[in-house]
């Protein structure tokens, strides 16, 4: 036992701990530590005793990937609810599922069309914007140098540092020019020097979410009767909001009954604000 001891602090350091090694150990320092689970702590000390430089730059690209949570939200919550209310509302009006069926099947390509083009056109036009922005700062950069400098002490100092200490870190950072137009970029427009947004990517998986999302609520009238259909469509749908939830606390690393009772109360009480206007407007137009 003795031996392997001294062996193991021969060893030479490697990634996080000859860091620590360096900087010294700072685990009595105050911070968040205290407040953070067991399983995260452990998470934590996976991390430090297998880091490497490369998943430090691939951390961006999986964060990017799970930002397409959004679209998948937004395109599965109205894929399920506003076909829900169609197919409910022209059931209440006819017995014959067939209608339903052919309403539904219209609503829903209109739908993901709709909602792919929308998050197309959106999308690119916040890059464009964004992309404009970054322009006028490398410009400014240019044009006015030692105002930007000034800036950059600046947005330091407001962070919390000294006033000698923003100055020098001002110094090091607008030795690089990418450096100084990512630090403005981000420290002065709050904008990502790098957005890794995909608009066309992003519009597919949107419509790609609706049309998917739709078929829930529609399936039971192609195989039931309108009354039997009408009631499996909510049941269906009640069951795929819960999915969603689950599929939403993971990804969001949050509480998953948190996540699942804020998705399917949102989800109902939507869905039922849709089929009260469906079915009480034509009443009230036709009174």
């Known amino acids: 036992?003795?031996?392997?001891?001294?062996?193991?602090?021969?060893?030479?350091?490697?990634?996080?701990?000859?860091?620590?090694?360096?900087?010294?150990?700072?685990?009595?320092e105050p911070g968040p530590r205290g407040e953070l689970s067991p399983e995260r702590l452990g998470e934590l000390a996976e991390k430090a005793r297998t880091f490497e430089a490369a998943s430090l730059f691939a951390e961006k690209e999986r964060i990017a990937g799970r930002g397409r949570i959004r679209q998948f939200m937004f395109g599965s919550l109205d894929g399920l609810l506003v076909p829900l209310g169609v197919v409910s509302g022209v059931a209440g009006g006819t017995s014959n599922s067939k209608i339903v069926v052919v309403?539904?099947?219209?609503?829903?390509?209109?739908?993901a069309l709709s909602m792919g083009a929308g998050e197309y056109l959106s999308g690119k036009s916040e890059t464009q914007v964004q992309a404009a922005a970054i322009r006028a700062e490398e410009e400014e950069i240019v044009a006015i140098p030692d105002i930007e400098r000034l800036e950059i002490e600046l947005l330091f100092e407001r962070e919390g540092l000294a006033p000698d200490d923003a100055r020098l870190v001002a110094d090091k950072v607008t030795t690089s020019h990418r450096s100084w137009v990512n630090t403005m970029v981000e420290k002065e427009l709050g904008l990502s020097a790098e957005p890794e947004g995909?608009?066309?990517?992003?519009?597919l998986s949107m419509g790609a979410s609706y049309l998917l999302a739709s078929l829930v609520p529609l399936g039971p009238y192609l195989f039931l009767s309108v009354r039997p259909a009408f009631v499996l469509s909510v049941v269906l749908t009640i069951v795929a909001l819960f999915v969603i939830g689950l599929i939403k606390g993971r990804l969001a690393e949050m509480s998953l009954w948190r996540s699942v009772v804020e998705v399917v109360v949102i989800g109902l009480a939507s869905a039922a604000g849709g089929y009260l206007l469906g079915t009480l407007v034509p009443h009230l137009i036709g009174s």
């Open 1 to 28: 036992m003795a031996e392997t001891a001294e062996a193991a602090a021969a060893a030479p350091l490697t990634g996080y701990d000859a860091r620590m090694e360096r900087h010294g150990d700072r685990s009595d």
């Open 103 to 111: 309403a539904g099947v219209a609503e829903a390509f209109a739908g």
């Open 198 to 203: 995909n608009a066309l990517k992003d519009s």
